[in-house]
């Protein structure tokens, strides 16, 4: 079996150390491992497969002889970063929102659009946590039955803005319990027993930034234009997995049955759907797995070609670190990479 040299970038990050988790619980063929960080975390040691590896900081000599390159450092780093990791030789899977626009750069889901990786230039992009279940979910569906508008409202874990965020709900809750004044750090207001709809910046049209890469990467993901979408974005006071209520207009009439029985066979999606037994996907649920949960499907009574459904993942692990993992696995499945030994 080959073996690949994988370096990640941003390995102690909320996100880096589910790459490491990922890679080994998957067996990804690894030879050579390289952890890298900032100068905060150099000389931190940390286990890859029993195997105690140090902390190093990035710079521009850290990409010699890597076959991929995971990052998960922020956007700034990716940007300085990735295109030195390409020029080195690696293939880039990275977890920024600093490529997935740009259109020699793939963005892609292995469930969705595999063939992307192909046409890729050292960069591939990973989307964003929240397109990428909803775009597992919506697929197969849109596959069988062309999707006209999605309307989609988020609600999303604080794990998704990493391991500070963590702490800080963490904090505010004991603070609030214990009958204390909470000070906001890494959001513009409390979030524990609060919900906030403001993910990312403000743009000009009123969406947020967060809710406008739900818009684009959908379109992009699918090969589907003229897709209309709408998101609000809200971030809540759970740790981790990422919620959606999805409303869909399909072209003709698709029957809740019918969209349970194409999910129930379509890969990296679990039907989670019987009211009379308060089964539906919740993100308790849904922390530390691997699929994408649907369920409370019913036909949207505003309008003949609408269903209503609760999308439901652990933004960690799908939103992030395993697609990113798949992304590398479907390449070698497919031979387009070859370690360099
Ligand atoms: N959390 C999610 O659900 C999620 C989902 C999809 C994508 N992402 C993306 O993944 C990235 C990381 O997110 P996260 O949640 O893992 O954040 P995090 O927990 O705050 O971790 C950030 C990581 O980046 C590293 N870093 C910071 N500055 C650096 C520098 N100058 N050079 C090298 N490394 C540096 C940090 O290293 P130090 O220990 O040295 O500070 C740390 O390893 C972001 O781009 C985020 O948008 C996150």
Known sequence: MKAFNVAIVGATGMVGQEFIKVLEQRSFPMADV?????????????????KEIEVKETDNDSFERIDV???????????????????????????????????????????????????????IANPNCSTIQMVVALYPLHKVNPIKRIVVDTYQSV??????????????????????????????????????????????????????????????????????VSATCVRVPVFIGHSEAVTVEFSELMTPEEARGILAQSPGVKVLDDTSVSLYPQPWIAAGTDDVYVGRIRQDFSHPNGLVMWVVADNIRKGAALNAVQIAEEMIKREWISPKG
């Open 34 to 50: 390289r952890l890298y960080a900032s100068d905060r975390s150099a000389g931190r040691k940390l286990f890859v497969n029993h």
């Open 69 to 123: 390159a995971l990052f998960s450092a922020g956007a700034d780093i990716s940007r300085q970063f990735s295109p030195v990791a390409a020029r080195a030789g690696a293939v880039v899977i990275d977890n920024s929102a600093a490529w997935r626009m740009e259109a020699d750069v793939p963005l892609v889901v292995p469930e969705v659009n595999p063939e992307d990786i192909k046409w890729h230039k050292g960069i």
């Open 159 to 228: 794990s998704g803005t990493g391991l500070a965020a963590i702490d800080e709900l963490t904090t505010q809750a004991k603070q609030v319990l214990g009958g204390g004044a909470t000070v906001p750090h890494v959001y513009p207001h409390q979030i524990a027993f609060n919900l906030l709809p403001e993910i990312d910046v403000f743009l000009d049209n009123g969406y947020t930034k967060e809710e406008w890469k739900m818009v684009m990467e959908t379109r992009k993901i699918m090969h589907a234009p003229d897709i209309a």
